[in-house]
C-alpha cells in the first residue's frame, strides 16, 4: 500500500540555522512527489514538485528538496532558516494509477531567534 | 488570476445532518480534488472530478459525494454527518486531470456535535 511517512513530528531551529525535514515514501513506481507548507488557520501552499529529471529540486522560498530513489526519500532542505519559516510542513505522494494523493502527518517547524 | 476560493469558512452540523461545502477553483483550471484534513493529521484524499465526472477516489464511504459544475466550480456533500467527520475540508484545483500541481484553497472549518 501506499503512504507517505514524515518521522519528525516537530523540530525547533534556531533562525539562520540549516534545515532538513525529512520524507519517505511507500510506492511500486516513481510517483510525484511535493512539499507543502501550511500556516495556522490556512491552506496549503506548493514549495516545490518533483515529476522527472534532475533529482534535485528547487522550489519557492528557498527551499529545495532531493529525491532519492534508493532510499525512497524526498528530503526537503533550506540552508538559512528565516522566522517566516515557522509552519507545518507536509510531504505528499501522487500516484498516477487511480489519481490517488498521499500526505504525510507533517512536521511543524518552530524557529527561535 | 483569482485563486481557489471556498464557502462557507466556518460551519456547525448536529450528527446525522447533511452539509454542501462549496469551491471555485482557480481560474484555467479544469479539475478539483477535495481532502479532509482532520486536527493534526495531514490531508486525506476524498475524490478528483474532472469533466464534471469523479476521477479518482479515497477511501471514503459513498456518503461522501461531489459534483462538479460546468464552470469546474465543485461542492462536496457528507450525508449522515458522524462526530469524526468534523475538519478542516480543502479543496485544491490543478489545470489538468490525473496527478497534477494542485492550489489549494483556504478550507471549510466544520464542527459536528
Known amino acids: 500500500a501506499q503512504s507517505v511517512t514524515q518521522p519528525d513530528i516537530h523540530i525547533t531551529v534556531s533562525e539562520g540555522a540549516s534545515l532538513e525535514l525529512r520524507c519517505n515514501y511507500s510506492?511500486?513506481?516513481?510517483?510525484?512527489l511535493f512539499w507543502y507548507v501550511q500556516s495556522p488557520g490556512q491552506g496549503l501552499q506548493l514549495l516545490l514538485k518533483?515529476?522527472?529529471?534532475?533529482?534535485l529540486v528547487q522550489g519557492i522560498k528557498g527551499f529545495e528538496a532531493e529525491f532519492k530513489r534508493s532510499q525512497s526519500s524526498f528530503n526537503l532542505r533550506k540552508p538559512s532558516v528565516h522566522w517566516s519559516d515557522a509552519a507545518e510542513y507536509f510531504c505528499?505522494?501522487?500516484?498516477?494509477?487511480?489519481?490517488?494523493?498521499?500526505f504525510g502527518t507533517g512536521t511543524s517547524l518552530t524557529v527561535i531567534p | 488570476e483569482t485563486g481557489v476560493t471556498q464557502s462557507p469558512t466556518h460551519l456547525i452540523k448536529t450528527r446525522g445532518q447533511q452539509v454542501t461545502l462549496r469551491c471555485s477553483s482557480q481560474s484555467g483550471h479544469n479539475t478539483v480534488s477535495w481532502y479532509q484534513q482532520a486536527l493534526g493529521q495531514g490531508p486525506q484524499f476524498i475524490f478528483q472530478?474532472?469533466?464534471?465526472?469523479?476521477?479518482g477516489r479515497g477511501n471514503f464511504p459513498p456518503r461522501f459525494s461531489g459534483l462538479q459544475f460546468p464552470n469546474y466550480s465543485s461542492e462536496l456533500n457528507v450525508n449522515a454527518l458522524e462526530l469524526d467527520d468534523s475538519a478542516l475540508y480543502l479543496c485544491?484545483?490543478?489545470?489538468?486531470?490525473?496527478?497534477?500541481?494542485?492550489?489549494f484553497g483556504p478550507g471549510t472549518r466544520l464542527l459536528v456535535l
Open positions: 510506492y511500486g513506481a516513481t510517483p510525484y
Open positions: 518533483y515529476f522527472s529529471g534532475d533529482t
Open positions: 505528499a505522494v501522487g500516484a498516477y494509477t487511480g489519481n490517488q494523493f498521499y
Open positions: 485544491a484545483s490543478s489545470s489538468k486531470e490525473g496527478v497534477e500541481t494542485q492550489y
Open positions: 472530478y474532472y469533466r464534471e465526472e469523479e476521477n
